[in-house]
């Protein structure tokens, strides 16, 4: 793959080069995307909210223990 600079020369002066903003749009559109897909920690934590852990009673542990 050849290098690309992140300023062009054209005949009306330095440029940013365009890649650099596609590169740009398409990150933002991924990034978007993955957490409408719930692959980030935080959409993941929007979709399933962890439960506590619910003590149960349990009258063999007490029998075991003593």
Known sequence: ???QDFVITTA???RQN???AIQR???AS???IAQKLGMT???RLKIMTPKKEEQKHDPFKEMFNE
Do not use: E, F, T, Y
Request: hydrophobic fraction near 45%; proline fraction near 6%.
């Open 30 to 32: 991924m990034a978007s």
């Open 18 to 20: 365009p890649l650099i």
């Open 1 to 3: 793959m050849k290098h």
């Open 25 to 27: 749009d398409a990150h």
């Open 41 to 43: 920690i935080d959409s």
């Open 12 to 14: 009306h002066g330095a």
